[in-house]
C-alpha cells in the first residue's frame, strides 16, 4: 500500500464545498471519483484544510492510499482527464505512510479578495467580495494587528463550529491593497469554522469606518460571536497554501 499526496485547485463558486454530501456536488466527490476512475478501484481522499461552499483553492493538499501501481504523471493526466474544468491536480507525490495531509500540516494560509470600487466588475464575479464603499486599509491593518498570535477566536467562530477548542494561532494577518483589489492574507495553525469569513467581515467594518481598530481587540476578548460582524460572502476566500514541514518535500502552489 502507497499513501499519495497531491496538490489540488478549485473553482469554489461549482461545488457545494469540499466535504461528501448526499445529492450535492462536492470537491470531494468529483475527486475521488476521478482517482477511483484511474486507479479502476475505490480511492479515498483526505483534505488538509475544508473548504466550505463557494469556496475556492490553488494550493489544497489531500492524501489517498492504494496498492494500485501509476507512475506520478498517470496520477496527474489520469485524474484531470476524469474531473470537470473548475477543478484539476496540479501534483502528485508519494509520501510516508505517517503523513496526514491535515495532522502533518503546520500551519493554512488564506487570502480575502474584496474588489472596492464603486461600479461592479463581471470579470472579477465570484472570485472576489465587492464592497463599494472606500475602505481604509490602513485602519484595516490596525484593527488586524490585535488578532495576531495565540487567542480565544469563540467570536469568529460559526455557531455550527464542531472544534473542541477555540484556541488559534495566528501568525500572519496582513492587508494589502493593489489598485481596486484589497487583499487580506492570514495564516494560522488551524482555523474554525468561518473564522477567516467573520474576519474578514469585521474588518470591512474597520475600513468603512463603521468600527474602530481597538473594537477589533474588545470583541475579541469579549468572546461574543453576537457582536461581531456579518460573516464575508464565501466567494471572496481562497485556500492560498497548506505548510508542511520541509522534510515532506511537497511542492508550494503557484499563486496567480
Known amino acids: 500500500m502507497t499513501r499519495w499526496a497531491m496538490g489540488v485547485e478549485y473553482d469554489g463558486t461549482h461545488f457545494c464545498g469540499w466535504q461528501h454530501q448526499p445529492q450535492l456536488r462536492t470537491v470531494q466527490g468529483d475527486l475521488e471519483r476521478a482517482l477511483s476512475l484511474v486507479a479502476d478501484a475505490t480511492i479515498t481522499a483526505v483534505c488538509g484544510g475544508r473548504t466550505d461552499a463557494g469556496v475556492h483553492a490553488q494550493g489544497q493538499v489531500a492524501h489517498f492510499d492504494t496498492d494500485v501501481r501509476r507512475s506520478m504523471r498517470a496520477w496527474v493526466l489520469g485524474t484531470n482527464a476524469h474531473l470537470p474544468r473548475q477543478a484539476s491536480v496540479s501534483w502528485v507525490r508519494p509520501v510516508p505512510e505517517f503523513f496526514h495531509a491535515r495532522y502533518s500540516a503546520l500551519r493554512r494560509h488564506y487570502r480575502y479578495s474584496i474588489l472596492n470600487r464603486a461600479a461592479r466588475s463581471a470579470l472579477h464575479e465570484g472570485r472576489t467580495t465587492w464592497i463599494h464603499?472606500?475602505?481604509?486599509?490602513?485602519?484595516?491593518?490596525?484593527?488586524?494587528?490585535?488578532?495576531?498570535?495565540?487567542?480565544?477566536?469563540?467570536?469568529?467562530?460559526?455557531?455550527?463550529?464542531?472544534?473542541?477548542?477555540?484556541?488559534?494561532?495566528?501568525?500572519?494577518?496582513?492587508?494589502?491593497?493593489?489598485?481596486?483589489?484589497?487583499?487580506?492574507?492570514?495564516?494560522?495553525?488551524?482555523?474554525?469554522?468561518?473564522?477567516?469569513?467573520?474576519?474578514?467581515?469585521?474588518?470591512?467594518?474597520?475600513?468603512?469606518?463603521?468600527?474602530?481598530?481597538?473594537?477589533?481587540?474588545?470583541l475579541l476578548e469579549g468572546r461574543d460571536r453576537r457582536a461581531n460582524a456579518p460573516t464575508a460572502p464565501a466567494e471572496g476566500l481562497a485556500l492560498r497554501r497548506i505548510e508542511y514541514p520541509a522534510a515532506f518535500r511537497l511542492p508550494d502552489p503557484v499563486y496567480s
Open 133 to 218: 464603499a472606500s475602505l481604509d486599509t490602513e485602519r484595516m491593518q490596525a484593527g488586524a494587528m490585535h488578532l495576531l498570535g495565540e487567542h480565544d477566536f469563540s467570536a469568529f467562530r460559526a455557531a455550527e463550529c464542531q472544534s473542541n477548542s477555540p484556541i488559534r494561532r495566528v501568525d500572519r494577518l496582513h492587508i494589502e491593497r493593489l489598485g481596486e483589489l484589497v487583499h487580506i492574507d492570514i495564516a494560522a495553525n488551524a482555523f474554525l469554522h468561518h473564522m477567516v469569513r467573520n474576519i474578514a467581515g469585521l474588518l470591512i467594518e474597520v475600513g468603512r469606518g463603521e468600527r474602530s481598530p481597538e473594537a477589533v481587540k474588545t
